[in-house]
T-cell receptor, first 114, second 111 residues
Framework: ETGVTQSPTHLIKTRGQQVTLRCSSQSGHNTVSWYQQALGQGPQFIFQ???????GRGNFPPRFSGLQFPNYSSELNVNALELDDSALYLC?????????????FGPGTRLTVL | QKEVEQNSGPLSVPEGAIASLNCTYSDRGSQSFFWYRQYSGKSPELIMSIYSNGDKEDGRFTAQLNKASQYVSLLIRDSQPSDSATYLCAVNVPNDYKLSFGAGTTVTVRA
């Protein structure tokens, strides 16, 4: 069974730039959720993708957007980067069957905005 | 009021002791509860899931759920230095697929 993978591992950008983060879901999973984790905090829900559509969004501005592809992999795009966007970005994979919403995280992408 | 609150750490326990972690949640409709372990610089790892009132045991870990009190806990028995990590409590409400996380409790097991 292949686990959740994310790329890149680390990324350094400057304010105003745009970034794309990628995630491949665990085999057998059809749902991808994205979270932002600031230092010393718990992960904060950004949005979730199911059947290639956004299905639920947290308190994040529209400059955070995403995609899900037919193979269930996903991208997170952030435009007009701000210093406060510096965080660990986590992708979580899950399956809508079963109903218990167990989510399994990838290794994360550490984004630094200078 | 925060959706999910955890007892503030850090929590320091001697090797072999029991570490007790607590979590309360605000949404009475919550039905799924999870504990994640996060080592420094790593991503969260799911270690326990619990859905019904009572206790659930898995190895040295026991999760306890009390929906009436809106309370979930994690006990780590025979604590080992490898248990030193931040433990995150997460809660899910039906038909809302996000997980709401607490800020985490950092546990240090001293040899």
């Amino acid at each position: 069974e292949t686990g959740v993978t994310q790329s890149p591992t680390h990324l350094i950008k400057t304010r105003g730039q745009q970034v794309t983060l990628r995630c491949s879901s665990q085999s057998g999973h059809n749902t991808v959720s994205w979270y932002q984790q600031a230092l010393g905090q718990g992960p904060q829900f950004i949005f979730q993708y199911y059947r290639e559509e956004e299905n639920g969004r947290g308190n994040f501005p529209p400059r955070f957007s995403g995609l899900q592809f037919p193979n269930y992999s996903s991208e997170l795009n952030v435009n007009a980067l701000e210093l406060d966007d510096s965080a660990l970005y986590l992708c979580a994979s899950s399956s809508r069957t079963g109903g218990y919403n167990e989510q399994f995280f990838g290794p994360g992408t550490r984004l630094t905005v200078l | 009021q925060k959706e999910v609150e955890q007892n503030s750490g850090p929590l320091s326990v001697p090797e072999g002791a029991i570490a007790s972690l607590n979590c309360t949640y605000s949404d009475r409709g919550s039905q799924s509860f999870f504990w994640y372990r996060q080592y420094s610089g790593k991503s969260p790892e799911l270690i326990m899931s619990i859905y019904s009132n009572g206790d659930k045991e898995d190895g040295r870990f026991t999760a306890q759920l009390n929906k009436a009190s809106q309370y979930v806990s994690l006990l780590i028995r025979d604590s080992q230095p490898s248990d030193s990590a931040t433990y995150l409590c997460a809660v899910n409400v039906p038909n809302d697929y996000k997980l709401s996380f607490g800020a985490g409790t950092t546990v240090t097991v001293r040899a």
